[in-house]
């Protein structure tokens, strides 16, 4: 599994260029942004993105076939896969928190706190999209996978847009759902982990299943 995370760390590396520019448009976007929640599910995804782009390198040129004869098992590439997933899909979500706050303190429009909650209950959702893309990427490979991504965040698209009509039509005070939430700031936390936490590993064990029943 070291070995593993060293290679797919080597690669990040080979990527540095992108990760700059990517890291020089979120600083930009702190400027024109004010919405803290889309800069750190912005790069919560990217990270989520770079980290399972691995599998397509894997995938390339009986990639597999090769690993699988050193002393790798299936279940190590993995669990290795999440590992790094959440190594740089974590790092990206923290990033903008950090850039967040940091802007949010600079323009004084919001209070630190109201952004940590924000940044806490928008993990699961980083944990979700790296639970969704690994497994699909696994089944269906690199091009269908991507496929498979995309109408998947379509439906995602879909099913908020939905929920955002009938809170409209609801008229629901989201302002005061949220600040009963954040009074309740370690309960609220502690679910968003527990969420995340369960959506991953029901996700892992799918992953599993799926590398030890492929063909190479």
Do not use: H
């Not at 004010?34 to 599998?55: E, H, N, P, V």
């Not at 952004?115 to 806490?120: A, D």
């Not at 309740?184 to 299943?209: D, E, H, K, N, W």
């Amino acid at each position: 599994m070291k070995g593993l995370l060293i290679k797919d760390i080597k690669l990040m590396g080979n990527m540095k260029n992108s990760l700059l520019l990517i890291l020089l448009i979120s600083i930009v976007m702190t400027t024109y942004i004010k919405d803290a929640s889309f800069l750190i599910m912005y790069l919560g995804m990217i990270g989520t993105t770079f980290a399972t782009s691995t599998l397509s390198y894997d995938e390339f040129d009986n990639g597999y076939s090769f690993l699988l004869s050193l002393p790798v098992t299936r279940k190590g590439y993995v669990m290795e896969k999440y590992g790094f997933g959440l190594l740089l899909s974590g790092s990206g979500w923290l990033l903008g928190t950090v850039l967040a706050l940091a802007a949010g303190i600079v323009r004084g429009s919001r209070e630190p706190l109201d952004i940590i909650m924000t940044s806490i209950v928008l993990l699961p959702t980083v944990f979700f999209l790296l639970a969704v893309m690994i497994p699909f990427r696994l089944k269906f490979g690199s091009e269908k996978g991507r496929v498979v991504v995309i109408c998947a965040a379509g439906a995602a698209f879909l099913v908020f847009t939905v929920a955002a009509e009938i809170v409209k039509r609801t008229n629901l005070d989201l302002d005061s759902i949220w600040g009963k939430l954040t009074l309740q700031g370690a309960g609220v936390m502690a679910a968003s982990l527990a969420i995340g936490t369960v959506i991953l590993l029901i996700s892992y064990r799918l992953s599993v299943s799926i590398m030890e029943k492929k063909e190479f």
